[in-house]
């Protein structure tokens, strides 16, 4: 049977509590299980709250943070490896052969890479531009996300339609009309 709480256990969790000290860290050096300090909290008047919003709201900030830093790290690896790539479509290529009846080895340098090569080359480049490009998303001149041109009409006469009838333009009514006039055939 656990011991009963006495007026020692009470004045360590108020003096812990106002240093700031977590609960579970108060259950610890008090050494008592943390709902029982729990409890000596909510006796108090007004009770004590081990509230860990500010520091779970900065620990995401910082979170989001590094997460965006990697992001666009690997988008600058990603671009540098498309300009690596960029370069070997006009390098000169070394092409080989082993094999025939006679196990011979054949070698050739060309000017450039075949059509084919060529092909493959620009498929890792697109890759590249197009995962950084998801990565880190490109800014216009005012630092917003940039999106297609139809993306930004649409934008746009939502907005205009929600100032000229306070709310959200409605879903498809063209859309919403053939459904009924299916339900009703």
């Known amino acids: 049977m656990a011991r009963p709480i006495d007026d020692k256990d009470r004045a360590a969790v108020k003096r812990l509590h106002a240093k700031g000290t977590s609960r579970n860290d108060i259950a610890r050096a008090i050494k008592r299980s943390p709902a029982t300090v729990s409890k000596i909290a909510a006796a108090f008047d007004p009770p004590l709250k081990f509230d860990r919003a500010p520091q779970v709201e900065a620990a995401t900030v910082v979170r989001k943070a590094d997460l965006a830093a990697r992001r666009a790290e690997m988008a600058e690896r990603l671009h540098d490896a498309a300009e690596r790539e960029l370069g070997k479509l006009t390098e000169a290529t070394l092409y080989w052969e082993w094999g025939g009846k006679d196990h011979t080895y054949a070698q050739k340098l060309a000017d450039e890479p075949i059509p084919a090569d060529r092909r493959a080359i620009m498929g890792v480049i697109a890759t590249a531009l197009d995962r950084s490009l998801k990565l880190v998303p490109p800014k216009d001149d005012a630092g917003a996300e940039s999106r297609s041109v139809i993306g930004d009409l649409m934008a746009g006469l939502a907005r205009n339609y929600a100032e000229r009838h306070g709310g959200p333009p409605p ?13 009703h055939a």
Do not use: F
């Open 171 to 183: 879903e498809c009514v063209a859309d919403d009309q053939a459904a009924e006039d299916d339900a």
